[in-house]
């Protein structure tokens, strides 16, 4: 996967937020709006829409990129709110408080791929 040459906070605009907060272990996909156009999307943008076409957490593609958490989590909410991603929620919190036996299954599967 290609890393990018210029600093992280030039990416973003020097934004350290955005308008959406990405968990490190929520799910990206492209959707099909994300289609490779140059007049509509930004070269990271390309990028992380061709390493989403397979489901991905935050945390996987910032590892991916070689990229700050915080700045793929900027790049991903600008991603999301242009509609070039899905952002698939999941329930992270059981009834009582504890986390759900579907997140702890998600975290185990990304512990054994290390």
């Given at each position: 996967?290609?890393?990018f040459?210029?600093?992280?906070?030039?990416?973003?605009?020097?934004?350290?937020?955005?308008t959406?907060?990405?968990?490190?272990?929520?799910?990206?996909?492209t959707n099909?709006?994300?289609?490779?156009?140059?007049?509509?999307?930004?070269?990271?943008?390309?990028?992380i829409?061709d390493?989403?076409?397979?489901p991905?957490?935050?945390?996987?593609?910032?590892?991916?990129?070689?990229?700050?958490?915080g700045?793929?989590?900027?790049?991903?909410?600008?991603?999301?709110?242009?509609?070039?991603?899905?952002?698939?929620a999941q329930?992270?919190?059981?009834?009582?408080?504890?986390p759900?036996?579907a997140?702890m299954?998600?975290?185990?599967?990304?512990?054994r791929?290390?």
């Amino acid at each position: 996967m290609s890393t990018f040459r210029v600093r992280p906070y030039t990416v973003t605009g020097g934004r350290t937020r955005s308008t959406t907060t990405l968990a490190i272990e929520t799910i990206v996909t492209t959707n099909q709006r994300a289609a490779p156009d140059a007049l509509t999307s930004t070269a990271e943008h390309r990028i992380i829409s061709d390493l989403c076409r397979h489901p991905h957490s935050v945390a996987e593609v910032a590892a991916r990129l070689r990229l700050p958490l915080g700045v793929v989590r900027v790049l991903l909410a600008d991603m999301s709110d242009l509609s070039l991603i899905d952002v698939h929620a999941q329930d992270e919190v059981s009834g009582d408080g504890r986390p759900s036996l579907a997140l702890m299954e998600r975290v185990l599967v990304g512990l054994r791929r290390i």
